[in-house]
């Protein structure tokens, strides 16, 4: 099967702090991939390098054939990313920041995506409230949204649990396995064991 995510010999240092050392993985298409480790382990680092957010020290890394040292912005535009903190933009409604989102990313039918995900995730009571003004909890809905609106090969997807009640919890989860079983990859950070084992096919302990 295809790889769509690849690292050798991957680091990351912080003046002394060897944030990421040494690290090589592969992740197959279709696979729900999970880094597993304490917080300040290395796995908010390792995301953010393979969304051409942050530079390795040395090493490469590459997503869907495309190298996030060469061509980042490229990376970005084809998965779908879920920060550990959620940051829409405060002067945006939340209906603002969906419609931006997807006509940046060239969307069709955006009123129709944007639409879909406001019932999905239950927080249609606030399209028309300001970022800024909104719980952590519906933030969270609303970057799960982000993510996932274009329809990604692949999501990389940093604590996103943690905000959400128990029955957007579980709507997540159940859409996160659907994901992988019609193809998509995910590669899934956490720091609870038991989120790691219920989802994650393959794990990797930081």
Not at 61 to 89: C, F, H, N, Q, Y
Not at 109 to 133: A, Q, R
Not at 157 to 168: M, T
Request: net charge neutral.
């Amino acid at each position: 099967m295809v790889c769509v995510i690849e690292i050798k010999k991957l680091s990351k240092s912080f003046g002394q702090l060897k944030a990421v050392k040494n690290l090589n993985l592969s992740v197959k298409k279709g696979e729900f991939f999970g880094l597993l480790g304490p917080n300040g382990s290395g796995k908010t680092t390792t995301i953010r390098i393979l969304t051409g957010q942050l530079m390795p020290t040395s090493g490469t890394a590459s997503v869907l054939g495309v190298s996030v040292l060469k061509d980042p912005i490229k990376v970005r535009e084809l998965v779908g990313i879920i920060p550990e903190r959620e940051t829409p933009p405060s002067f945006l409604t939340s209906v603002e920041y969906l419609h931006f989102v997807g006509k940046i990313r060239h969307l069709d039918n955006i009123e129709e995506k944007c639409n879909w995900w406001f019932e999905f995730l239950k927080f249609e009571d606030v399209k028309d409230v300001l970022c800024k003004d909104l719980s952590l909890g519906t933030r969270q809905k609303l970057m799960f949204a982000q993510a996932f609106l274009h329809e990604p090969e692949v999501a990389f997807i940093d604590e996103p649990l943690i905000n959400l009640d128990p029955v957007i919890q579980k709507k997540v989860k159940d859409y996160l396995k659907d994901f992988a079983g019609r193809g998509g990859t995910v590669f899934f950070s956490t720091h609870v064991l038991e989120i790691a084992e219920e989802l994650c096919i393959y794990l990797m302990v930081f």
